[in-house]
């Protein structure tokens, strides 16, 4: 085991000094006191802030200061634990209750220690053992976990920053290297973490740590990132150090979260198999900002909905996970993409298959985290026997997909049967285990011929004590005796006062109550020391009999993960299919040139919601991208749904790079490299920085990183500071694009900007159409050709709810202000003139679009 938290058994609490507890008094600490301190420093030497929950009989108590703090986090009563010279307070919660209090102080951030009674209580003090060390990012047990990935990180920096992702849960540890914070930044929050380890280089720079700080609601742990360290628990769990590990930087991440993982684990790491180094490059790029505004994992209200909450149909815990996998890295390799279709393409055509596999996948328990907890020898009776529940369906999910090739008969080829392990946990264990091995009746009858020896002579002991009554009633004549049995006195004849003269001899009173006594006998002693003898056995023998049988098992463990994702990725493409088949979704074309069409595309969650809601029906649009037509300017007024038509697009190009179908008439597709989006205002008060310089932030890493393979979705750009600078900007902004060639849609209410399709090759003009008639805003949700007239934003205003004066104050002022605008446009055009390189036909044609905007004329 590496070095922390030790075995409990070796500590001597009487080294420890009593002030160390808060409490009243002069006294020596009690022993039991010495010990709880004793353990509950050595946990916070390696987990600072654990809380330990102390075994005492029925209750997990804790004292001094940890009481104080347990009561709050917990809202339980605090109480005292006071003796004659000592007293201070305490707090606990019954054993009933652990689970759930333990689950309390986990989603709060805090880290959990559970000491238990590992010995009968007698007359001195009980021994105890910390038995569980529980932090958020390290959790195994089902009670505890969600069906999500549940993600331990650590990061280090040498040339860049390293990152290393472990899910315990599962055994999946991955690694990955990044030349900017920012890129960290977005591989962290595709990832979700739960608990974040931060080299000391990086927590211990104030600004950095308050930077992470504020963009993360993560616990933060220390942990061990000396190279030296890194190296040994590399070798210690995967038995060398992968080649791909070729920094210093990520060999340290690596080997932290193995050290800090193994501590929580007590050592035991053998669900860890293999380190896979990804490159974020592989996939498609998705920064978090882009996750974000496409509200792909979270949606932006509480009572919103997210893409994979509309796309999640999964029957399976570990397909819920392989769908998040998907959507955190689409592909950029067109066969695999074209691969991924033709599969969901299979099952989308034949309903009753697919409805076969779903209806077999419900049946499926959690194949990746059994594989897991079999891996570590963790796996109770009931896991064990839903392993072979799970195990058995696999032959029949085989046979399901026998008439097909490609992806699916690769997941065939995957679901191996693994016959020899449900045959010998079908062998071993009874059909309905208990819940914990020892408890008795776990093992088959016929598996252990001496197993069996043992509990038929209990058996037959058992038969004379259900006989004894009859006989010893016709013995003594007394009718109404009867034989019984209580945790005091054991097994005992129990006979009533009107008959106490009958009692014989060879009976010995053991208790007398109200109207009757209670007596034993030697031979009955005898037998009940017999069946006692015989049942810690029988159970000794059972715990054996299935330690073995986890110690078989775990040597499939490879077998039994690859399997798992078989079943993972059958359950992901099932479905998608029933996705699309549902809701009339069709599958996207791969373009060779480049180009981009949706006809009648739909947003997915909008269109969902409004179904579900009984809302209306989603207006369908088009959109058309191509080497001639790269920039699309779209322009209308507030709540016509610009920004919903600039998240269709994207939302298209995401599912089509992850195989699925899309919510179209017909689409075609190129593979982006990524999707760079702004949308919508926000600040980072915590950051101090105002919604403009997040705006801001967020623009330049979108110019920095677009490249002519990328789709960059911007809204409203430049609006958070003066008229002129934000369309400056805006304009620079589009420029810049136009120059890269990426894909980009631009919705904007600087009507100016429409003017530069007349500059920029490739730029197109598009509106939402909306009308006022009769005072009244009616809004279509249409994208049509052109430039919007108006805004139309007083008239928003007013279906929002000002006061008529301040509406109609507003009508009296923008009349006023839009001619100044235009006086002030015509001057700063004409300013801008270069009169010397002005042909007459040039001025004639400035002069005539002056005149048509004096008309008020639609601009060309």
């Given at each position: 085991?590496?070095?922390?938290?030790?075995?409990?058994?070796?500590?001597?609490?009487?080294?420890?000094?009593?002030?160390?507890?808060?409490?009243?008094?002069?006294?020596?600490?009690?022993?039991?006191?010495?010990?709880?301190?004793?353990?509950?420093?050595?946990?916070?030497?390696?987990?600072?802030?654990?809380?330990?929950?102390?075994?005492?009989?029925?209750?997990?108590?804790?004292?001094?200061?940890?009481?104080?703090?347990?009561?709050?986090?917990?809202?339980?009563?605090?109480?005292?634990?006071?003796?004659?010279?000592?007293s201070?307070?305490?707090?606990?919660?019954?054993?009933?209750?652990?689970?759930?209090?333990?689950?309390?102080?986990?989603?709060?951030?805090?880290?959990?220690?559970?000491?238990?009674?590992?010995?009968?209580?007698?007359?001195?003090?009980?021994?105890?053992?910390?038995?569980?060390?529980?932090?958020?990012?390290?959790?195994?047990?089902?009670?505890?976990?969600?069906?999500?990935?549940?993600?331990?990180?650590?990061?280090?920096?040498?040339?860049?920053?390293?990152?290393?992702?472990?899910?315990?849960?599962?055994?999946?540890?991955r690694?990955?290297?990044?030349?900017?914070?920012?890129?960290?930044?977005?591989?962290?929050?595709?990832?979700?973490?739960?608990?974040?380890?931060?080299?000391?280089?990086?927590?211990?720079?104030?600004?950095?740590?308050?930077?992470?700080?504020?963009?993360?609601?993560?616990?933060?742990?220390?942990?061990?990132?000396?190279?030296?360290?890194?190296?040994?628990?590399?070798q210690?769990?995967l038995?060398?150090?992968?080649?791909?590990?070729?920094?210093?930087?990520?060999?340290?991440?690596?080997?932290?979260?193995?050290?800090?993982?193994?501590?929580?684990?007590?050592?035991?790491?053998?669900?860890?198999?293999?380190?896979?180094?990804?490159?974020?490059?592989?996939?498609?790029?998705?920064?978090?900002?882009?996750?974000?505004?496409?509200?792909?994992?979270?949606?932006?209200?509480?009572?919103?909905?997210?893409?994979?909450?509309?796309?999640?149909?999964?029957?399976?815990?570990?397909?819920?996970?392989?769908?998040?996998?998907?959507?955190?890295?689409?592909?950029?390799?067109?066969?695999?993409?074209?691969?991924?279709?033709?599969?969901?393409?299979?099952?989308?055509?034949?309903?009753?298959l697919?409805?076969?596999?779903?209806?077999?996948?419900?049946?499926?328990?959690?194949?990746?985290?059994?594989?897991?907890?079999?891996?570590?020898?963790?796996?109770?009776?009931?896991?064990?026997?839903?392993?072979?529940?799970?195990l058995?369906?696999?032959?029949?999910?085989?046979e399901?997909?026998?008439?097909?090739?490609g992806?699916?008969?690769?997941?065939?080829?995957?679901?191996?049967?693994?016959?020899?392990?449900?045959?010998?946990?079908?062998?071993?264990?009874?059909?309905?285990?208990?819940?914990?091995?020892?408890?008795?009746?776990?093992?088959?009858?016929?598996?252990?011929?001496?197993?069996?020896?043992?509990r038929?002579?209990?058996?037959?002991?058992?038969?004379?004590?259900?006989?004894?009554?009859?006989?010893?009633?016709?013995?003594?004549?007394?009718?109404?005796?009867?034989?019984?049995?209580?945790?005091?006195?054991?097994?005992?004849?129990?006979?009533?006062?009107?008959?106490a003269?009958?009692?014989?001899?060879?009976?010995?009173?053991?208790?007398?109550?109200?109207?009757?006594?209670?007596?034993?006998?030697?031979?009955?002693?005898?037998?009940?020391?017999?069946?006692?003898?015989?049942?810690?056995?029988?159970?000794?023998?059972?715990?054996?009999?299935?330690?073995?049988?986890?110690?078989?098992?775990?040597?499939?463990?490879?077998?039994?993960?690859?399997?798992?994702?078989?079943?993972?990725?059958?359950?992901?493409?099932?479905?998608?299919?029933?996705v699309?088949?549902?809701?009339?979704?069709?599958?996207?074309?791969?373009?060779?040139?480049?180009?981009?069409?949706l006809?009648?595309?739909?947003?997915?969650?909008?269109?969902?919601?409004?179904?579900?809601?009984?809302?209306?029906?989603?207006?369908?649009?088009?959109?058309?991208?191509?080497?001639?037509?790269?920039?699309?300017?779209?322009?209308?007024?507030?709540?016509?749904?610009k920004?919903?038509y600039?998240?269709?697009?994207a939302?298209?190009?995401?599912?089509?790079?992850?195989?699925?179908y899309?919510?179209?008439?017909?689409?075609?597709?190129?593979?982006?490299d990524a999707?760079h989006?702004?949308i919508?205002?926000?600040?980072?008060l915590?950051?101090?920085?105002?919604?403009?310089?997040?705006?801001?932030?967020?623009?330049?890493?979108?110019?920095?990183?677009?490249?002519?393979?990328?789709?960059?979705?911007?809204?409203?750009?430049?609006?958070?500071?003066?008229?002129?600078?934000?369309?400056?900007?805006?304009?620079?902004?589009?420029?810049?694009?136009?120059?890269?060639?990426?894909?980009?849609?631009?919705?904007?209410?600087?009507?100016?900007?429409?003017r530069?399709d007349?500059?920029?090759?490739?730029?197109?003009?598009?509106?939402?159409?909306?009308?006022?008639e009769?005072g009244?805003?009616?809004?279509?949700?249409?994208?049509?050709?052109?430039?919007?007239?108006?805004?139309?934003?007083?008239?928003?205003?007013?279906?929002?709810?000002?006061?008529?004066?301040?509406?109609?104050r507003?009508?009296?002022?923008?009349?006023?202000?839009?001619?100044?605008?235009?006086?002030?446009?015509?001057?700063?055009?004409?300013?801008?003139?270069?009169?010397?390189?002005?042909?007459?036909?040039?001025?004639?044609?400035?002069?005539?679009?002056?005149?048509?905007?004096?008309?008020?004329?639609?601009?060309?």
């Open positions: 085991m590496p070095a922390g938290p030790k075995s409990r058994s070796n500590l001597t609490p009487a080294q420890v000094p009593a002030h160390t507890l808060k409490g009243t008094g002069s006294g020596t600490l009690p022993p039991m006191l010495q010990q709880y301190v004793a353990m509950r420093d050595e946990v916070q030497e390696e987990f600072p802030g654990a809380l330990l929950l102390f075994q005492v009989g029925d209750f997990y108590e804790t004292f001094g200061e940890d009481a104080e703090r347990a009561a709050r986090l917990l809202g339980i009563a605090l109480t005292h634990k006071s003796s004659k010279d000592f201070t307070p305490m707090a606990g919660v019954p054993l009933r209750t652990l689970d759930s209090q333990i689950e309390k102080l986990l989603a709060q951030g805090v880290r959990v220690a559970v000491a238990d009674q590992v010995e009968e209580p007698g007359s001195g003090l009980v021994a105890r053992e910390v038995t569980q060390l529980l932090t958020p990012g390290t959790l195994t047990d089902a009670r505890w976990l969600s069906a999500d990935e549940n993600y331990l990180a650590a990061v280090s920096t040498g040339e860049g920053y390293a990152l290393s992702l472990l899910d315990v849960s599962t055994g999946e540890f690694c990955a290297a990044f030349h900017t914070r920012t890129a960290l930044y977005d591989e962290l929050s595709r990832w979700r973490t739960r608990e974040v380890l931060l080299a000391p280089e990086l927590s211990g720079n104030g600004a950095l740590l308050a930077d992470f700080q504020a963009r993360f609601a993560v616990m933060l742990s220390p942990a061990n990132f000396e190279e030296d360290a890194a190296q040994q628990e590399l210690a769990v038995g060398e150090i992968p080649a791909t590990l070729d920094s210093s930087a990520l060999r340290r991440a690596c080997g932290a979260v193995l050290g800090y993982a193994r501590l929580t684990q007590q050592g035991r790491l053998e669900m860890v198999r293999r380190l896979t180094r990804f490159q974020p490059g592989a996939h498609m790029s998705l920064p978090d900002s882009t996750l974000r505004a496409l509200e792909v994992f979270a949606p932006h209200s509480p009572q919103g909905l997210s893409l994979m909450d509309v796309l999640c149909e999964t029957r399976t815990a570990g397909g819920r996970r392989r769908l998040r996998a998907w959507l955190r890295a689409p592909l950029l390799d067109a066969l695999s993409i074209t691969a991924r279709q033709d599969a969901l393409e299979a099952l989308y055509a034949q309903p009753d697919r409805a076969g596999v779903r209806a077999l996948l419900y049946r499926a328990h959690d194949l990746e985290r059994l594989a897991a907890r079999v891996s570590t020898r963790r796996a109770t009776p009931r896991e064990v026997a839903a392993l072979a529940r799970t058995e369906l696999l032959p029949e999910a085989a399901l997909l026998t008439p097909f090739d992806l699916l008969g690769g997941i065939r080829a995957r679901l191996s049967a693994l016959p020899d392990v449900v045959q010998a946990i079908r062998g071993a264990l009874v059909d309905e285990p208990p819940i914990r091995a020892g408890e008795g009746g776990l093992i088959r009858e016929g598996y252990s011929p001496e197993l069996d020896s043992l038929a002579e209990a058996i037959s002991h058992r038969a004379w004590l259900a006989e004894l009554e009859g006989t010893e009633r016709e013995r003594t004549g007394i009718g109404s005796l009867k034989v019984g049995f209580n945790g005091v006195f054991g097994y005992y004849l129990e006979v009533t006062k009107a008959h003269a009958r009692v014989p001899a060879d009976y010995h009173q053991v208790a007398t109550l109200k109207d009757r006594a209670r007596f034993t006998r030697p031979d009955l002693r005898e037998r009940e020391r017999e069946i006692a003898r015989l049942d810690a056995a029988a159970a000794r023998l059972e715990l054996s009999v299935f330690t073995e049988l986890r110690d078989t098992l775990a040597a499939h463990a490879d077998a039994l993960a690859e399997a798992a994702g078989a079943l993972a990725d059958l359950d992901v493409i099932a479905g998608l299919a029933e699309a088949a549902e809701r009339g979704w069709v599958r996207p074309s791969l373009s060779d040139g480049g180009e981009l069409s006809t009648q595309a739909r947003h997915p969650v909008v269109e969902y919601a409004l179904m579900g809601g009984g809302g209306g029906q989603f207006v369908p649009n088009d959109a058309a991208l191509g080497p001639q037509q790269r920039l699309l300017l779209l322009t209308g007024p507030n709540m016509a749904g920004s919903t600039l998240r269709t697009v939302l298209a190009a995401l599912l089509h790079q992850i195989g699925a899309l919510p179209a008439e017909s689409a075609t597709l190129p593979i982006y999707v989006t702004r919508g205002a926000s600040d980072d915590a950051g101090g920085r105002s919604t403009f310089m997040v705006e801001m932030s967020e623009l330049a890493a979108i110019l920095h990183g677009a490249t002519p393979n990328s789709l960059v979705i911007l809204d409203e750009i430049g609006r958070g500071t003066s008229t002129l600078d934000g369309l400056a900007i805006a304009q620079a902004a589009l420029e810049h694009l136009h120059c890269c060639g990426a894909h980009t849609l631009f919705a904007t209410h600087y009507f100016e900007l429409t530069l007349a500059e920029l090759p490739g730029l197109v003009n598009l509106h939402v159409a909306a009308e006022e009769a009244q805003l009616t809004f279509f949700h249409q994208v049509i050709p052109g430039a919007a007239r108006q805004s139309y934003g007083v008239e928003v205003a007013r279906l929002a709810g000002l006061p008529a004066q301040v509406t109609a507003s009508s009296e002022l923008l009349a006023a202000l839009s001619v100044q605008g235009d006086d002030r446009a015509i001057r700063q055009e004409l300013a801008a003139l270069d009169l010397s390189r002005l042909t007459p036909l040039d001025a004639l044609a400035v002069l005539h679009r002056w005149k048509r905007s004096e008309a008020d004329e639609p601009l060309e």
